[in-house]
Structures are given as structure tokens and as C-alpha cells.
């Protein structure tokens, strides 16, 4: 499948271009655990910042913790995941492999999804410039079945999980007759839940020792301080807490690259407000965090909002922001209506209030919750893979580019002098010099210019800025634009604002205000 080439390529492109590593390589790996490299590292540190910024230094009414990921261990009872943490799996008898009993249905929905796709391509070649998407889709009978088919099936899946009705899943998967995907085979044992917390010890003999969980989500890290900040900040509802961090999950189907890992990074932000005021929250922050995504500029029709119909136990109210991945449409972001559960459960586990007095109310409450929860990994394979293009020149030779957001790419200017004499690499240097205060540089003198330019494409950098003889006269270079590859001719000194004025993360977050 195209689609699957083009996993492959972003995959070995993130390696080959010092993006991302399997773990512990050198031992063959450790399933499902990715380390950064040099690029990646600077590419996750931006994204980072770009949702730090957006969410704690543009809001007021927000800041932010750095909470441990070893917690108390009644603080996972207490938040349901230690009875509650689960995903329903399923074996195939014969390859002896096990998947995710919901991922195998909703998988099943992707592929009747693709067919929708193929019929609306199809109608758009035949109808041409009069061609209405929304209401081919809305009237033509093949692909209303088809729809009607998806929303059947993922309603009963709801359905079912709610009432932790795990035989019905089954009959489900073979009614549809699923096969395992990677043999074929459709002999499925029975549907069984089991926790994703990674348990460990903490103490120094065994028989003394208390039993941990690592952190299963950053949330509640924020739930626990919930007081501590709002006294020591003077924090008024509405208020917000965000927290960027290490959560660990043992996934079980964990084969998406950084798509499901078992240790990753979230970018969380609980927002504590008036009970009865979640439903206006709700449209909020769904709205104000597509805005985050759209600023960026990957293009709103590879984003959609995918209600919940099976709702988990905390919340009243739920949605994913899904993005177009190379393997279709999945789950970037959480947004939650968690109401005042979490508050509540960790009420009644420590026996101490939590609770907000209200002045202009005069009167004390629990607060509800309101949460956006995005994986900063996930978010790394939307940007990494929808920038990675394969162009075809006007010479007809192809590039290979990684059209990053500026603001997010590594390094933000490769220096380069034309050749490796007569004084050019030393003004190339004092360029790098004076840039590197401002901006994530590298300098390049090996190679034909024209060999520099594609590595530099390929790892998403920019700008190339080439010193030539030219330079030596008129104190001005040749900047190369790597989205159009064009060349422009500029003054020394006026790279840095020109450089600025495009990589600034302040341009791209204006967007979103
Ligand atoms: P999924 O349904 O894909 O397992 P989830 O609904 O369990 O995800 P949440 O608990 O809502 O995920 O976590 C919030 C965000 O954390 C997700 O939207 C996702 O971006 C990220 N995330 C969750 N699990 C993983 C994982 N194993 N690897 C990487 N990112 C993850």
C-alpha cells in the first residue's frame, strides 16, 4: 500500500537524518521505546515550547508545575487507573499474537473509511470543477451504506465497552469477521482486560520495599496540587495548570512507531472551573486548541474532531482532535470534561478538602475540570511526517524536502562558503558567529553548493546562506529559501531580522490569537 511506503520512509528518514533512534540499538532494540537524536531532540524541545508558550505564557489565568513521576501510591487508586487502567485484548490462537480488541474493530471502520474515500476520488474525476464533496456524501446510496456500516459498528462497540460487555466484543470481531492481520487467521480467543501501569518498588530490602506505579499520565501530578497552587498563586476560577512530562504505559499493541510508545511525553493542562460551566469550557478549548494546531500550517483538512461514545469513567463530555497520519486519521489530542471526579476521589482517599472558596460567590466548591491532553511524540510524527515530501523538479530530477514550520525545524540557517578559499569560510564563520546568539546555526563547506542545499532540505533546515567572491566586495550573500528554492540576493547585516521575521515563534503564535 502507498500508504505504508510512505510510513517507511518517515521512519527511516527520522533515522537517517538524526531524528529518531530505536533504543539500545546495539542490543537489537527494546520494542516500542525511541530515543531522540540530534535533530529530534531540538525539533521536540520546539514543539515543547510552542505549546508552553501557547498555553502558560498567553494565558494569565494559567501556569505551570513540574510534579515527579513517582507519586503516592493511593493517588492511582484513588484516580480509578489501578481497578480501571485497562485495554481489552484478544489472542489468535494460531500466531499466537495479541492486539487490542477495540483497535481490531476500528481498524476494520478505517478500511470501510478508505473505500468512502476511493468513491468521493472517484466522483471528483468524473464531476470535475462541479464536484460537491458534501453532497455526494450526503446523497450517494454505496457510500451512506458504507457510513451507516461504520457508525452501526462503533456504536455497538461503545455500547459494549460501557458495559464492560467483553463477550459481546468478541462476537462483534467475529461477526465481522476480523482476522488477525498479520496471518489471516480468525480463531480469537476471548476478549480479556489488563492494566498498562508499569509497577515498581521503592526502598532498600525487599521486605520493606512500597509498591510504585510509574506515572501513567501527567494529570494527576496537577489533580494532587491542585490547592497548593491556587493558594501560593492567588489563582481565581477560572484557572488553568499545564505540565509537560514523562508518562508510561505498557502498550500492548505497540507497533506505530512513536505513535504508541510505552514510555512518552504528554503536554496536559487542567483547566479548574464553576460547576455547570463545563459545556461552554468544552467549546472553549476545543476551539482554541485546533486554533494551536492550525497556526502551524499542515492544513486544516488533515484535522478532525471525533466525539466519544464510550465516555471514561471520569468524564461528561469528550473529543479527540485526530490528524491525517500516514495511516490515517488517529488520535493527536484529548479534550475532556472531567468534572469535579478526580478532585472528589482524592478528597475522600487523603481526607483533605480540596475544595475552592469562591468570593465573589461567598461560598466554598469542588471545581470542575476541563482538560486538553496531547502527546508531544504524536504531535513529533504529525509534523515530522506530514513535512517529509518527495518533489519533482523542473529539471526533472526529484528532492527530497522536510518542509517543517520554521518556527518548529532544528536549525534555523546552514552557513555556507562557496569554496574552501580565499577568505570565504572566515566570513562564512563570523556569519555563524553573529547568528548563533539568536538562532540554531550549522556551517557546511563540504561538498558542491548543490549537494549542500539537498541535505540541508532533507533535514528540514530553512535557509541556506552561500558566501561567495561577490560577498567580498558588496558584503552581501545568496539566502535560499527551502520551501521555493529561491535565492536572494541580501546585505550581511540584514539576515538576522529577514531570518527572524519567519522563524519567530511569536509570528506563528499570532495566528492563534
Ligand atoms: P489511545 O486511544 O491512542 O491509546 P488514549 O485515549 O489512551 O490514547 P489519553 O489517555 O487521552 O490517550 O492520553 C492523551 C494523549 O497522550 C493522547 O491523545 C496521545 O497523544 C498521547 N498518548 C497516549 N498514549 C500514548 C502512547 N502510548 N504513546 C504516545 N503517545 C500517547
New binding site residues.
Given amino acids: 500500500m502507498a500508504n505504508d511506503d510512505n510510513f517507511k520512509k518517515v521512519i527511516s528518514h527520522a533515522k537517517e537524518y538524526g531524528y529518531v533512534f530505536q533504543s539500545s540499538e546495539i542490543y537489537d532494540g527494546l520494542s516500542?521505546v525511541y530515543d531522540y537524536a540530534q535533530n529530534g531532540v531540538e525539533l521536540k524541545n520546539n514543539i515543547r515550547e510552542y505549546w508552553w508558550k501557547a498555553m502558560v505564557q498567553m494565558h494569565d489565568n494559567i501556569v505551570g508545575i513540574d510534579a515527579a513521576i513517582f507519586m503516592h501510591p493511593t493517588t492511582w487508586k484513588a484516580s480509578g487507573h489501578v481497578d480501571a487502567f485497562n485495554?481489552p485484548l484478544i489472542d489468535n490462537k494460531d500466531s499466537k499474537k495479541r492486539y487490542r480488541a477495540d483497535v481490531l474493530v476500528e481498524d476494520y471502520c478505517l478500511k470501510i473509511e478508505v473505500k468512502i474515500n476511493k468513491e468521493v476520488a472517484k466522483a471528483a474525476k468524473r464531476f470535475g470543477d462541479a464536484f460537491n464533496k458534501d453532497e455526494f456524501l450526503s446523497t450517494n446510496g454505496r457510500v451512506l451504506g458504507y457510513q451507516e456500516k461504520i457508525d452501526s459498528v462503533l456504536k455497538r462497540l461503545g455500547q459494549s465497552l460501557e458495559k464492560e460487555d467483553l463477550a459481546d466484543v468478541k462476537a462483534l470481531i467475529e461477526e465481522l469477521e476480523i482476522a488477525d492481520p498479520l496471518t489471516g487467521s480468525k480463531n480469537w480467543t476471548d476478549v480479556k482486560q489488563f492494566n498498562l501501569m508499569f509497577g515498581t518498588k521503592l526502598g532498600a530490602s525487599a521486605e520493606h520495599a512500597t509498591d510504585l506505579y510509574l506515572r501513567?499520565?501527567t494529570a494527576q501530578g496537577i489533580f494532587v496540587n491542585f490547592l497548593n497552587v491556587q493558594k501560593t498563586g492567588r489563582m481565581k476560577i477560572p484557572f488553568g495548570i499545564a505540565q509537560t512530562g514523562k508518562?508510561f504505559?505498557n502498550?500492548i499493541v505497540?507497533r506505530q512507531f512513536?505513535?504508541?510508545?510505552?514510555e512518552?511525553?504528554?503536554m496536559?493542562m487542567q483547566f479548574f472551573i464553576k460547576p455547570g460551566t463545563q459545556k461552554e469550557w468544552f467549546e472553549y478549548w476545543k476551539d482554541a486548541r485546533l486554533k494551536w494546531h492550525e497556526s502551524l500550517g499542515l492544513g486544516s483538512e488533515n484535522y478532525r474532531f471525533h466525539d466519544h461514545e464510550k465516555l471514561a469513567h471520569y468524564a461528561d463530555a469528550a473529543t479527540?482532535i485526530e490528524f491525517n497520519f500516514p495511516f490515517g486519521f488517529?488520535?493527536?489530542?484529548?479534550i475532556?470534561s472531567r468534572t469535579d471526579f478526580d478532585l472528589k476521589q482524592h478528597e475522600e482517599y487523603s481526607g483533605k478538602k480540596l475544595q475552592y472558596f469562591d468570593p465573589e460567590e461567598n461560598e466554598s466548591y469542588t471545581p470542575y475540570v476541563l482538560e486538553t491532553?496531547?502527546?508531544?511524540?504524536?504531535?513529533f510524527l504529525a509534523v515530522f511526517s506530514n513535512a517529509l515530501q518527495e518533489e519533482d523538479l523542473e529539471n526533472g530530477t526529484t528532492r527530497t524536502v522536510l518542509k517543517l514550520p520554521a518556527v518548529l525545524a532544528p536549525t534555523k540557517a546552514a552557513i555556507f562558503p562557496l569554496v574552501k578559499k580565499d577568505g570565504l569560510p572566515e566570513i562564512a564563520k563570523q556569519i555563524v558567529e553573529d547568528l548563533k546568539w539568536d538562532f540554531n546555526i550549522t556551517y557546511d563547506e563540504k561538498d558542491a553548493v548543490g549537494r549542500r542545499y539537498r541535505r540541508q532540505d532533507a533535514v528540514g533546515t530553512p535557509f541556506c546562506i552561500t558566501v561567495d567572491h561577490d560577498t567580498l566586495d558588496d558584503n552581501s550573500v545568496t539566502i535560499r529559501h527551502r520551501d521555493t528554492m529561491e535565492q536572494k540576493r541580501v546585505k550581511i547585516e540584514d539576515l538576522k531580522a529577514l531570518i527572524k521575521a519567519e522563524v519567530e515563534m511569536k509570528y506563528w503564535l499570532q495566528r492563534m490569537f
Fill in positions: 516500542a485495554d501513567p499520565e508518562a504505559r502498550e505497540a512513536i505513535f504508541r510508545m510505552r512518552f511525553e504528554q496536559e479527540d488517529k488520535e493527536l489530542e484529548g475532556h491532553s496531547i502527546g508531544l511524540d504524536r504531535m
